[in-house]
């Protein structure tokens, strides 16, 4: 208990992030709708969140969802695979992808003082189409699994809640009328009890 305690207090940033991370999938297993359209929207969000378009990601997504009449909800929450945590990552990974498969080399180096920090930084301007596009590539190639993937994982999920909760309605439903029966019952035993006068 004293450790667990100790290890809460010591990483206050990261509880957070878990309790963001938590409140984020309890809301999204309470999006009503149809599990598919749900799954369809989400994995649209992963889609377009590993694409180079951080910014207005959430209402690419959303635009893309309506359009599709899948759920827009859903796909919001998709695109967050994209944060300010997790961003660097992802696009170094996409970009990586984009540029091998481009045939682009050395299009970035990390600069060493102010002067090559100024060459480097001409460079990047000269070659920021190719960076675009390799990030474009990247974002597409690497997308597709990770949609997929989310799509299965969401999906499953959906229907386990959904499931669970009419399991739930079912047996409260089943409780009350077991509860009206029993009122019932005992309303006619009193009533066959009662003396005729």
Not at 88 to 106: D, E, H, M, Q, R
Not at 164 to 193: F, N, P, S, Y
Request: no cysteine.
């Amino acid at each position: 208990m004293i450790e667990e305690i100790r290890k809460n207090h010591l990483h206050p940033k990261r509880n957070k992030i878990v309790k963001s991370l938590k409140r984020l999938y309890d809301r999204f297993l309470r999006i009503r709708g149809e599990p598919r359209y749900i799954a369809l929207g989400f994995a649209l969000g992963l889609f377009i969140g590993m694409s180079p378009t951080m910014g207005i990601q959430t209402y690419i997504a959303i635009f893309f969802a309506a359009l599709l009449k899948w759920n827009k909800i859903s796909a919001a929450i998709g695109v967050w695979i994209s944060n300010p945590v997790t961003f660097p990552v992802i696009y170094s990974f996409t970009y990586i992808t984009g540029a091998k498969l481009l045939g682009i080399k050395n299009a970035i180096h990390p600069p060493g003082d102010l002067e090559q920090s100024i060459s480097a930084f001409a460079k990047l301007i000269q070659k920021a189409p190719e960076v675009i596009w390799a990030l474009i590539l990247g974002g597409i190639i690497l997308g597709i699994p990770v949609a997929v993937a989310g799509y299965y994982i969401a999906y499953t999920a959906v229907v386990r809640y959904q499931r669970d909760i009419k399991r739930k309605i079912a047996v409260r439903k089943e409780m009350r009328a077991r509860k009206r029966i029993e009122k019932i019952r005992h309303k006619k035993v009193l009533t066959d009890q009662e003396p005729l006068h």
